[in-house]
């Protein structure tokens, strides 16, 4: 069974960083595409960032140039760091893993989730 944990958020003031992690077991972390999601207070989750096997990107326009997807295979586990914190960017962050597509879906139509990891940012 595959498992996703979010790790890696908290509290910090408007211009601050954090490092979110996502470490997986249950499959071979390698195969997967993966993204980032995050809900906000009264929204729906969106997507954040994707990252293919190969190491390739792509951000939601909210956060290009802000955020950096990374992955490392060797501790099964995805990064995602996140530079320039806004106010807008308080939401639980998420990940998901997606053995078929090249792409992780971008409307997060996945039958299960984690528990998330809450970010916070003050103004």
């Known amino acids: 069974q595959v498992q996703v944990v979010e790790s890696g958020g908290g509290l910090v003031q408007a211009g601050g960083s954090l490092r979110l992690s996502c470490r997986a077991s249950?499959?071979?972390?390698?195969?997967?595409?993966l993204g980032w999601y995050r809900q906000g207070p009264g929204k729906q989750r969106e997507w954040v960032a994707a990252i293919t096997t190969s190491g390739r990107t792509n951000y939601a326009d909210s956060v290009k140039g802000r955020f950096t997807i990374f992955r490392d295979n060797s501790k099964n586990t995805a990064y995602l760091q996140m530079n320039g914190l806004k106010p807008e960017d308080t939401a639980i962050y998420y990940c998901?893993?997606?053995?078929?597509?090249?792409?992780?879906?971008?409307?997060?139509?996945?039958?299960?989730w984690g528990q998330g990891t809450q970010v916070t940012v003050s103004s």
């Open positions: 998901n893993l997606d053995p078929v597509r090249e792409w992780p879906d971008i409307l997060g139509n996945y039958r299960s």
């Open positions: 249950g499959t071979i972390f390698r195969s997967n595409a």
